[in-house]
Nanobody
Framework: QERLVESGGDLVQPGGSLRLSCAGP????????MGWFRQAPGKQREGIAC????????NYANSVRGRFTISRDDSKNATYLQMNSVKPEDTAVYFC??????????????????WGQGTQVTVSS
């Protein structure tokens, strides 16, 4: 059972920036497609960004495209989500997830095998 750990969640003002990090999986990280999801109170979990294992292809939800950037560092078994120009509607618990199939990069939670516990992001003035 692989363990994922998110960090970097915080209170940030509208228009500000934040970078989330995800550590893991620890074994053969380079073979996993990695995704970021979020869940706001009373709403369903939403896939917002993913990056494939094979060629680093990325995919974004319309709600974050152009503002958020997903990246990975295979040498550190880490995935990142750079969040710019944040809005109050970005407030949610953010989760990272790992898909062992490696490709393609999808924003469907059912595709992912391992999940972190989440980190809270609050956008408010």
């Amino acid at each position: 059972q692989e363990r994922l750990v998110e960090s970097g969640g915080d209170l940030v003002q509208p228009g500000g920036s934040l970078r989330l990090s995800c550590a893991g999986p620890t074994h053969r990280f380079e073979r996993y497609t990695m995704g970021w999801f979020r869940q706001a109170p009373g709403k369903q979990r939403e896939g917002i960004a993913c990056i494939s294992a094979s060629d680093g292809t990325t995919n974004y939800a319309n709600s974050v495209r152009g503002r958020f950037t997903i990246s990975r560092d295979d040498s550190k078994n880490a995935t990142y989500l750079q969040m710019n120009s944040v809005k109050p509607e970005d407030t949610a618990v953010y989760f990272c997830a790992a898909d062992a199939s490696g490709w393609p990069c999808l924003l469907k939670s059912d595709e992912y095998d391992y999940w972190g516990q989440g980190t809270q992001v609050t956008v408010s003035s």
